[in-house]
């Protein structure tokens, strides 16, 4: 099984955060950045399933050359190889993100495209389904279980009092909730 997880970097949430003597930025002097967590659970779900079902998983990020420090701590967490796109800007808008990330998945083959629920620093939900449209495949968001059989996958989602179970077929792309898994150590 090919699986691909989307990846950003992010401000650590841990970080103090200090306003710019512009008084209208934040300074990002000292800032320290991670995996974006939403993403690292959908990345340690694609490991866990490679584990489970033979493949690669492969994650894909958009963003600086900074971003190499996020492609290396997601290879030393169990990812086999890695596509960055380099952008020194990285897009403020969710529908340009969502574009250039689908341009260069359509150049890929994978069955299954693993996405965190949200950035936790712009706590935007929207990239995984925008891309997920581009591509015409189906995506599930909100996920806290995947079962892969036989080329259908039933992904489970929490909703206000119960759960909700979908099943569909491969290529699919899924966002991850914190519940999908729990990130191993690099």
Do not use: W
């Not at 950003?8 to 800032?31: E, F, Q």
Request: with cysteine.
């Amino acid at each position: 099984m090919k699986i691909l997880v989307c990846v950003r970097r992010v401000p650590d949430t841990a970080t103090r955060i200090k306003i710019a003597s512009s008084g209208k930025s934040v300074d990002t002097t000292n800032v320290e950045y991670v995996i974006n967590p939403y993403e690292e659970y959908a990345l340690e779900a694609g490991v866990q399933l490679k584990e489970k079902h033979g493949g690669e998983v492969t994650i894909l990020t958009l963003g600086p050359e900074k971003s190499s420090q996020v492609i290396l701590k997601g290879l030393a967490l169990g990812a086999d190889k890695a596509i960055h796109l380099k952008s020194e800007a990285f897009p403020e808008d969710p529908s340009a993100t969502a574009r250039a990330l689908a341009n260069e998945l359509k150049t890929v083959e994978f069955d299954m495209i693993l996405f965190g629920k949200k950035g936790v620093d712009d706590d935007n939900q929207q990239v995984g389904p925008m891309v997920a449209e581009i591509l015409g495949i189906p995506c599930v968001t909100q996920v806290v279980k995947l079962e892969v059989t036989n080329g259908k996958v039933v992904a489970h989602r929490e909703i206000e009092g119960g759960a909700l179970v979908v099943e569909t077929t491969l290529p699919a792309a899924f966002t991850a909730e914190k519940d999908l898994a729990i990130p191993r150590y690099a």
